[in-house]
């Protein structure tokens, strides 16, 4: 099996410098292993987004010598690399997670949402307890509530179980089983959130290896369980330590130079 692993930026800003030592991490296990590395570009918030810094990351990333083999500027067999070009793909897996009832259409409002939420922290159970509202409504109801032009976002059902797995540099990782309750994949945009887009294309782009920040080892709870639902095996995790300041925070501007252009 060839080793392939992903560097997978958000172009919100320009290359912070904790990025850059997950893309060296990425790009030299897999160099080592005989294997790909490959850049995709998480641009999936529309706002925040901008193409000018996905070029300076992709600058800042040569400039250090991190060429990949495959990415949005290159081209390869799995693309395209960028999400805001893969929308149909996450859209077509929401519903057939949906239609296989491993997902719903649910049509909480935010005020609904919030209010649900409060209820749940004063009675002190899990803030996500009353989330899963719409989890056992009528597929043909919900259908004409979408026909009639009402706003929903996709939840996925959370099945219930405890999630496990053994990360490359943490070990053994057990999460309490509520952690996460019935939990959104796509947007009432029609946008995919993090946890599932990223699941999408590392198991789509038969990603073998995970490289990425120990803040987002939490995430990796939901993750497991939409590779799950895809009936596909989960790539190897890595957690790597954040970078931090002498004050043991993660670096940030109030320590200084963070990204890597100022560096250069
Ligand atoms: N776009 C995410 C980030 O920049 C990627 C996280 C991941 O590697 O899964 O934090």
Redesign the pocket.
Known sequence: MTVRVRF???PTGYLHIG?AR?ALYSYLFAKANGGKYILRI?DTDLERSKREYEEAQIADLKWMGIEHDEGPDKGGDFGPYRQSERLQIYKDIAWDFVKRGLAYPCFLTSIELERLTEKATSENKDPHAYHGQFRDLDPAQAQKRIDAGEEYVIRFKNPGKTWEFTDLVKGHVKFPENMVGDFVILRANGMPV?NFC?VVDDAKMEMTH?F??EE?LN?TCRQLMIYDAMGVTPPSFGHVSLLIGHDRQKLSKRHGATSVTQYK
Do not use: I, L, M
């Open positions: 997978a930026p958000s990025g997950t998480e993090y990223c995970v990425r920040a987002h995430n």
